[in-house]
């Protein structure tokens, strides 16, 4: 069938949209082949080392949770307290958050090693571990995203021919307030459990701080809105439709303005108890290593502080700015960005600077520094294929924003 034959059958397949799912087929098989060397051959196809065992993938993993947050952060500000203003914003939240989780699952398959055991904390319950419960954490969270989901799959026109399903579908739609409740207790545990997966680790002087799951929580909750945010503008900008009223869009940009701010204001605390009030001389040499063998500063200041909260805060709470959904939807990168960088910092960082205590070991360890080599980039590139592929389906076949907003 030629490409014109094509078009007049289904006329929503642009040309555009077809250099896009060219695109989007590209990035997936670079990461299809990418992943079949890490599976065929294991682990030592990645510059991962015993020293560095986290790295780019554990950064994506991160990064792809905290960017899902807005799942919860929406779904309790609807349910729980009662602002069915932002409803309108829910279904896509939910849908991102979604993404979001099913992505970092996609990462952790090729980081673990043997994937073949992914089922082994379900079975061999190892309580004393902090992964072990953030990993119960995040398949009860996924699971409860996936009910929540369901009155929305329901509604598509394929479902037409099996009305029951539809109608229980609606149902679970009364649960919606419990469901939320149950996401949001589930989400803040294994949001601040993953900070305090690092924040626990004695001989690791840059972690070991109780700050940390505080830290992952406010980043998350600041975030995961701004991402619904920006999406939002964009579609619009592709579709030449608005979605959903623009003040209410001003409304996330401003909250997630305004948890930015509080999270800019704990990091300096964190930052002055670390390297002033309350250092020491593991973390002086720590820090010393980092700033000389890592571009640790320029992720800390240019990356974390100034693209990832300074220039967002601006663009989503000045005036001037918050009124253009193009500054907004810059900020929405912008803070995105900033979580890459953060997550990037926590993890790698933390795992250069060689242990002060090392069992079995009779010298001190030298410094580990680590590049992501092309086979796991290769992943990241099809890993975020799959993201961009699962949110073009989305909002092209799936009732993401129910009621569209007057012009």
């Given at each position: 069938m030629t490409t014109l034959a094509l078009s007049r059958r289904l006329p929503w397949l642009t040309p555009g949209l077809l250099a896009w799912i060219a695109f989007l087929a590209?990035?997936?098989?670079?990461?299809?082949?990418a992943a079949a060397e890490v599976l065929l051959k294991g682990l030592e196809v990645t510059n991962l080392t015993d020293a560095v065992p986290w790295g780019l993938w554990i950064t994506i993993d991160l990064s792809a949770i905290a960017l899902g947050a807005g799942a919860f952060t929406l779904s309790a500000v609807v349910y729980l307290f009662g602002?069915?203003?932002?409803?309108?914003?829910?279904?896509?939240?939910?849908?991102?958050?979604?993404?979001?989780?099913?992505?970092?699952?996609?990462?952790?398959?090729m980081d673990i090693g043997r994937p073949d055991r992914f089922w082994h904390p379900w079975v061999y319950w190892n309580v004393h571990s902090v992964l072990w419960e953030i990993t119960w954490c995040i398949t009860i969270y996924l699971l409860i995203l996936i009910v929540e989901f369901a009155p929305i799959i329901v509604d598509l026109r394929f479902f037409e021919r099996w009305p029951r399903l539809r109608s229980l579908g609606h149902r679970i739609h009364v649960a919606a307030p419990a469901?939320?409740?149950?996401?949001?207790?589930?989400?803040?545990?294994?949001?601040?459990?993953?900070?305090?997966?690092?924040?626990i680790l004695r001989s690791r002087p840059i972690w070991f701080k109780p700050s940390m799951p505080i830290m992952f929580v406010i980043s998350a909750i600041a975030v995961g809105p701004a991402?619904?945010?920006?999406?939002?503008?964009?579609?619009e900008w592709i579709t030449g439709k608005r979605k959903i009223e623009h003040d209410l869009l001003r409304t996330l940009a401003r909250f997630s303005g305004l948890g930015l701010l509080l999270y800019a204001y704990i990091k300096i605390w964190d930052l002055a108890a670390v390297s002033y009030y309350g250092r020491t001389p593991a973390s002086d040499t720590a820090l010393f290593i980092l700033r000389g063998q890592t571009p640790y500063n320029f992720g800390f200041w240019v990356g974390e502080m100034i693209l990832g909260i300074a220039v967002p805060v601006i663009l989503f709470?000045?005036?001037?700015?918050?009124?253009?959904?193009?500054?907004?939807?810059?900020?929405?990168?912008?803070?995105?960005?900033?979580?890459?960088?953060?997550?990037?910092?926590?993890?790698?960082?933390?795992?250069?600077?060689p242990l002060a205590y090392s069992p079995g070991t009779l010298f001190q360890p030298t410094p580990q520094p680590y590049?992501?080599?092309?086979?796991?980039?290769?992943?990241?590139?099809?890993?975020?294929?799959y993201a961009l592929a699962m949110l073009t389906l989305g909002i092209r076949f799936l009732p993401l924003f129910p009621k569209p907003a007057p012009e």
């Open positions: 590209v990035l997936l098989a670079i990461g299809g082949v602002l069915k203003r932002f409803q309108s914003v829910v279904r896509l939240a939910v849908f991102i958050g979604f993404i979001g989780y099913t992505t970092a699952l996609l990462t952790l398959v469901l939320a409740l149950a996401g949001l207790l589930i989400s803040l545990l294994h949001q601040s459990s993953l900070g305090a997966t690092y924040g991402v619904a945010m920006a999406t939002t503008f964009v579609v709470l000045v005036p001037r700015f918050n009124r253009s959904p193009f500054y907004l939807s810059v900020g929405g990168g912008l803070a995105m960005l900033g979580i890459v960088f953060n997550r990037w910092n926590v993890t790698v960082s933390g795992l250069v600077v590049i992501p080599n092309l086979t796991e980039w290769g992943v990241v590139i099809g890993v975020v294929g």
